[in-house]
């Protein structure tokens, strides 16, 4: 009752519909350009009939990612090759085998789907020691194939900036590593990474059958934007060029600023922080600085494809208590002790509902007139395309060529509970 009282007198502003735009290169029919990719790369040259040939598979929201994966699958079963899939995300699921398996079933990626096996283990076999005496390890299903074929995203990095960040290096070093791994590259500070990523993954190549990999690079709506299929021994020389690419790609908000950012989910499918600091300008690393878009950040929900993982929760300053009964410290835990990054899972300060948590970020401001409150309300950090800010943001709106005003003003929509609807 008291939070309710200490809260009550927050006037929210009437909310308009926006929509951002952003350049759109999109790769029209996927399931031709990855065979165009594959074909020429000279990939299918280093397997044989009967090639066992091991796939991997992350944790994160990739769209399209299914009809990739069996697009992938057909063309390996057509030279011969018999393909399994292996979850690839480090210590993500609770750091369990099922729990792992248990991810990929959320986006749609199970034995009956892909038409082949997965092979779910957090067994690892120890490849060697870098010059530097990094211990590289590779998931055992994988490293016991004749072949490697590594699938995944390139996309920035949420805790660190280098020339390799988030992409098919890091999916062998963290993600085929699985939790030994994970936790030898995270031994040093998050700084430090980016070399450790390139350093352990290019040893994993060289000590590995790993015959190379399927890039995807998004644009800011989400769409494959690019296809680009390498071999294994181009990944280090590559991947900096496609992450160059994937910057310029990246959504964001176009307002220069606000008092308060709602997000209404978070969630480890959306981001490894649950919501992606390059949109949110928050991050873990205090290395990285950049302007803050907002003074408090107020989450409202955990997506039920995050399993539970509250992994985000942390760069927040306010939440509900919808989102804190959802956390299962057990799937939320193995990925901090492991990365040694505990800041994103921090408890935020708990209301009772939306609209308590809203006008508490509201209250907590400083020196804002909470009269004329500027807001931005988002889904999560991937859809970026459309969202609502306060009707005292619609001047800058209109100013902006690439922001288009599509509602009209309207009051927030909470149900009896307090809750959006």
């Not at 352990?200 to 060289?206: D, E, K, N």
């Not at 690079?217 to 989400?222: D, F, K, R, S």
């Not at 934007?225 to 390498?230: K, L």
Request: include cysteine; charge should be negative.
């Amino acid at each position: 009752m008291i939070l309710e009282e200490l809260t009550s007198m927050i006037e929210l502003p009437r909310m308009v519909k926006v929509r951002q735009h952003f350049d759109r290169p999109m790769v029209e029919d996927i399931p031709a350009e990855i065979r165009r990719q594959i074909e020429s790369s000279g990939v299918l040259e280093r397997i044989k009939p009967g090639y066992r040939v091991a796939l991997t598979a992350g944790s994160r929201q990739v769209n399209n990612f299914p009809l990739i994966l069996r697009e992938v699958i057909a063309i390996f079963k057509e030279h011969g090759a018999e393909p399994f899939i292996v979850p690839a995300m480090g210590s993500h699921g609770g750091a369990t085998a099922e729990g792992q398996r248990g991810v990929l079933a959320g986006m749609g990626i199970t034995e009956d789907t892909m038409g082949v096996p997965i092979l779910s283990s957090m067994e690892t076999v120890t490849l060697g020691y870098t010059d530097s005496g990094l211990r590289v390890e590779l998931d055992k299903n994988a490293y016991e194939a004749d072949a490697i074929f590594v699938v995944h995203r390139i996309k920035p990095h949420t805790s660190f900036r280098y020339k390799i960040e988030s992409g098919l290096l890091k999916m062998i070093v963290i993600g085929l590593g699985k939790q030994y791994g994970d936790e030898c590259c995270h031994s040093t500070h998050i700084t430090n990474l980016g070399p450790r990523v390139e350093e352990m993954g290019a040893y994993a190549i060289a000590h590995s059958n790993i015959i190379g990999g399927l890039a995807v690079i998004e644009n800011a709506y989400e769409d494959t934007a690019e296809i680009v299929c390498m071999k294994s021994e181009e990944f280090v020389e590559r991947e900096p060029e496609y992450l160059v690419k994937a910057k310029n790609y990246l959504a964001h908000i176009l307002f220069k600023e606000c008092d308060v950012l709602v997000v209404d989910e978070i969630g480890k499918n959306i981001s490894g922080t649950g919501m992606d600091p390059n949109v949110v300008k928050r991050f873990t690393n205090p290395r990285i600085q950049e302007d803050p878009i907002c003074q408090n950040i107020v989450v409202l929900d955990l997506s039920e494809k995050s399993h539970g993982n509250g992994g985000g929760m942390g760069l927040a300053d306010f939440t509900t208590r919808r989102l804190y009964n959802k956390v299962d410290l057990y799937e939320t835990y193995p990925n901090p002790l492991t990365s040694r990054i505990s800041l994103s899972t921090k408890i935020p300060m708990v209301m009772d509902n939306d609209r308590q948590a809203i006008r508490a970020g509201v209250k907590c401001c400083f020196d804002i007139d909470q009269k004329n409150v500027r807001i931005i309300r988002i889904h999560n950090t991937l859809c970026m395309g459309e969202f609502y800010v306060s009707e005292n943001m619609l001047p800058e709106a209109e100013a902006n060529p690439n922001i288009e005003i599509v509602g009209e003003p309207e009051d927030w929509n909470f149900d009896e509970n307090g809750n959006l609807f």
